[in-house]
């Protein structure tokens, strides 16, 4: 699930240490964070964030969104990723919902991403506007693998089109435009060149893409070929190369991110 917004405005903060409120001057999203500043300069600690209630806009629509709990991601020690327990309220009953739906490890917990994104998956940079990822969907899975569109690599490569390429990759976005091709739940392994996840041995995993920004860059077989084979393939997305060789798709120079999955 992701909810692209922009922050408005901050109906209540969490009380200082003596029970006032404080004003705000300034609120952005800084990586994974909410980075709340007051009027005085002052940055309110991520724990003070609890429950505060943010107004979003999204077009002429305002939604609240109310933060009931922060965590550091504990995939990510070093504490670059924040998770938020966040909440709207029901138009219907007046109840406070969490917006996230349970991800494979039953957490209900999401974070912002600079940027919107596109209807066919393409993710465009913003300085006002963000997404509201949550942990079971593949903008936050990306990030969490270490993919942070924030961030660059050693040589000062941004991340931001590893992350693009993982999100085509999860979905199993072969054509790029959007759609997904995959079951939820179903087992994959995920590898690159620059170290940031190393490809794993798995029992009954076999090649089966290289991936950039705009999908599938070449495909040796497809994931489920219940739910896409390589023939259905090349009648929706005849672009894409179909290298069955594996070695040959796998060495693709233009490849982001690779992937192994079930072997049929």
Same mark, same amino acid.
């Given at each position: 699930?992701?909810?692209?917004?922009?922050?408005?405005?901050?109906?209540?903060?969490?009380?200082?240490?003596?029970?006032?409120?404080?004003?705000?001057?300034?609120?952005?999203?800084?990586?994974?964070?909410?980075?709340?500043?007051?009027?005085?300069?002052?940055?309110?600690?991520?724990?003070?964030?609890?429950?505060?209630?943010?107004?979003? +806009?999204? !077009? %002429?629509? /305002?939604?609240?969104?109310? *933060?009931?709990?922060? =965590?550091?991601?504990?995939?990510?020690? @070093?504490? #670059?990723?924040?998770?938020?327990?966040?909440?709207?309220?029901?138009?219907?009953?007046?109840?406070?919902?969490?917006?996230?739906?349970?991800?494979?490890?039953?957490?209900?917990?999401?974070?912002?991403?600079?940027?919107?994104?596109?209807?066919?998956?393409?993710?465009?940079?913003?300085?006002?506007?963000?997404?509201?990822?949550?942990?079971?969907?593949?903008?936050?899975?990306?990030?969490?693998?270490?993919?942070?569109?924030?961030?660059?690599?050693?040589?000062?490569?941004?991340?931001?089109?590893?992350?693009?390429?993982?999100?085509?990759?999860?979905?199993?976005?072969?054509?790029?435009? +959007?759609? !997904? %091709?995959? /079951?939820?739940?179903?087992? *994959?392994?995920?590898? =690159?060149?620059?170290?940031?996840?190393? @490809?794993? #041995?798995?029992?009954?995993?076999?090649?089966?893409?290289?991936?950039?920004?705009?999908?599938?860059?070449?495909?040796?077989?497809?994931?489920?070929?219940?739910?896409?084979?390589?023939?259905?393939?090349?009648?929706?997305?005849?672009?894409?190369?179909?290298?069955?060789?594996?070695?040959?798709?796998?060495?693709?120079?233009?490849?982001?991110?690779?992937?192994?999955?079930?072997?049929?």
């Amino acid at each position: 699930m992701a909810i692209g917004a922009a922050i408005s405005d901050v109906v209540a903060t969490a009380a200082d240490e003596a029970g006032t409120r404080q004003a705000i001057s300034s609120i952005s999203v800084v990586g994974t964070r909410f980075e709340v500043t007051t009027g005085d300069g002052h940055i309110v600690p991520q724990d003070d964030l609890v429950g505060a209630i943010l107004t979003l +806009g999204h !077009g %002429h629509d /305002r939604v609240p969104l109310r *933060i009931d709990a922060v =965590d550091t991601d504990p995939r990510n020690p @070093d504490g #670059a990723i924040m998770l938020y327990t966040m909440s709207t309220r029901d138009a219907a009953t007046g109840e406070w919902r969490n917006i996230c739906e349970p991800d494979a490890e039953g957490r209900r917990m999401g974070f912002p991403l600079a940027g919107t994104w596109t209807q066919d998956g393409r993710h465009l940079p913003s300085d006002t506007a963000f997404s509201i990822t949550c942990t079971g969907g593949a903008q936050a899975k990306c990030a969490r693998f270490g993919y942070r569109p924030w961030e660059k690599l050693p040589d000062g490569t941004p991340l931001w089109d590893h992350h693009q390429a993982c999100t085509r990759m999860i979905r199993a976005d072969y054509c790029g435009d +959007g759609v !997904g %091709h995959t /079951r939820n739940g179903t087992p *994959i392994v995920i590898y =690159d060149r620059n170290g940031i996840q190393q @490809d794993e #041995a798995a029992p009954g995993m076999a090649f089966e893409a290289a991936w950039g920004v705009d999908g599938a860059l070449c495909v040796s077989r497809t994931r489920i070929p219940d739910v896409l084979t390589m023939e259905g393939l090349t009648a929706i997305c005849p672009g894409v190369r179909q290298l069955p060789q594996a070695a040959a798709c796998e060495s693709h120079a233009g490849a982001l991110i690779l992937n192994r999955s079930i072997e049929p």
